[in-house]
């Protein structure tokens, strides 16, 4: 479903590659997440896959994105928005302004794609249900707190059923409920709907917890790629920036301490950790 | 420099009454978290501080004035406040700018606006991009940005409204040193974090609000325990706790020295 090939990207009138000779393959309904320090790269690959870059912000690709079907570098954004869709990092960048209701902001990319009414409503009601805003449906967008506005922004992207989603930070603003919630709905669209998620995240517990694989992007490059546990535990040896959970860090203490045996692998999550110890 | 909220209340234009008859009273020195879900009315109970908003019901006290006796201007000399989202606060063309405007506005001397922003700018980490535009950096930086500007202040009271969200493990560890270092220093310090693991770490107090009410206010591992109470404010403990939990521990450890700590003296007992 995501194919990149050799994919170097720099912005206009920069000297330094954003992101360098990144070769990576995502198959459908898997649900990855992309982890490192700012500055890494993060948010480029976001753009690089939903093809913002090199469509708004210019600058140059070099290497083959292909991305459900399409070659990015040359589909403009309107023919990809129907199947990749973008969660933007600051919600308040997504809100289209051009809507009165929480209700129509997510009908709004509906709208432009020419759907029925009825199949309008539906969506956007599922949507709204799924991210926990109905209660906020007829609320101005803009009268929304932060969480509930990038509740919004997910709510809006998933009305469209995109088969790639692409999301930078989904979850920053909210709270943990709310990150839960998302992480579970991110998860059943990929496990039931077969939506192919590519997320960005500091938030390293959840994404123990809930995604397939983390790749971990160091100063542009893929520096790791594979199953969460794996990384997050060789991301502790490295200085990436990525940090680690306090699963982890209590873990690698009582390993210092030597109260457990060294491990090859350190634990991410809490049942990781509890199992460790047991 | 005591903060004395007495039942306030605050309503927005739309209707929404944010706060309902909250009261709180921050000592100076005190280094006091704000948690619960989005919307419970942490940023409000914040803003009413600042006199950034008046309470519409009750009274807010800062140093024995009601903010509504003082204006914003007055309120920001001692109550210096970083936005969650730092484009809500930037303005000036450059780095340096920004940090300066405050200090400036102190009427300072320029030797002294440059030396509080020199200062100011190596603290967040951010020295060698003084004379770039804060729009040219990306928002993590942006944040560091607001803060630095707060920074140069020196307020009395520094409020941080989720002064995590976007840091890498880097950002927040610096974070956490920071704000280590200005509560020694005797600085009041209140956050709004959704990051609890930050707030069990560097916080010793903790208020939990829902609905605009206050739900629990205490010491910060001791609240951060209960667990029931925690849902009700849709909050989950924070990784340490939950592990401790886990391990059917009564103890809630503040660090990971202390969590090996409790571990080592259960398995010499045992």
Known sequence: MIALKGVT????????????????????????????????????????????????????????????????????????ASDVGLVFHNPFNQISGARYTVLEEVAFGLENMGLPRDEMHE?????????????????????????????????????????????????????????????????????????????????LGWLAAFVDRLLVLHEG?????????QVLAMAMDHAWGVGATMYARAAQELLARGFIPPQSLLPATLEQVVESLR | MTIIVRDAA????????????VSLTIASGEAVALVGENGA????????????????QGSVEVEGYDTRSRTTAQLSRQVGFVFQNPDDQLFARTVQAEVAFGPRNQRLTEAEVEARVAIALSEVGLADEAERHPY?????????????????????????????IGQDGRGVERLGALVDRLHAEGRTLITITHDLDFCLAHFERVVVMAG?????????????????????????PPQLIQLAQALGWSEAPRSVAEFADVYAERKARS
Request: with cysteine.
């Open chain 1, 9 to 80: 990207y720099r912005y206009p009138g920069t000297q330094r590659d954003a992101l360098h000779a990144i070769d990576l393959t995502v198959g459908e309904g898997e649900l990855v997440g992309v982890v490192g320090a700012n500055g890494a790269g993060k948010s480029t690959l976001c753009y690089v896959l939903s093809g913002y870059a090199p469509h708004f912000f210019n600058g140059t690709v070099e290497g083959s994105v292909q991305v459900a079907g399409h070659d990015v570098t040359r589909t403009p954004i309107g023919e990809l």
């Open chain 1, 123 to 203: 969506r956007s009601e599922a949507a709204l249900a799924a991210t926990g805003l109905m209660d906020l449906a007829q609320r101005s967008p803009f009268a929304l707190s932060g969480g509930e506005q990038q509740r919004l922004a997910i709510a809006a992207i998933m009305a469209m059923q995109p088969r790639v989603l692409v999301c930078d930070e989904p979850t920053s603003q909210l709270d943990p409920a709310g990150t839960r919630a998302a992480f579970e709905v991110l998860r059943g669209l990929a496990r039931q709907g077969g939506t192919t998620i590519v997320l960005t995240e500091h938030k």
């Open chain 1, 221 to 229: 490059a893929l520096v790791a790629d594979g199953p969460p546990r």
């Open chain 2, 10 to 21: 605050y309503e927005y234009i739309s209707g929404v009454r944010a706060l309902d008859g």
């Open chain 2, 41 to 56: 009315g942490k940023t409000t109970l914040a803003k009413l501080l600042n006199g950034l908003l008046r309470p519409s």
């Open chain 2, 136 to 164: 040219d950096l990306a928002v993590p930086e942006r944040k560091l940005v607001a803060l630095a500007a707060a920074l140069a202040m020196h307020t009395p009271v520094l409020v941080l409204d989720e002064p995590t």
């Open chain 2, 212 to 236: 605009g009410k206050i739900l629990a206010d205490g010491p910060t591992a001791d609240v951060l325990s209960k667990t029931e109470l925690l849902a009700q404010a849709q909050v989950e």
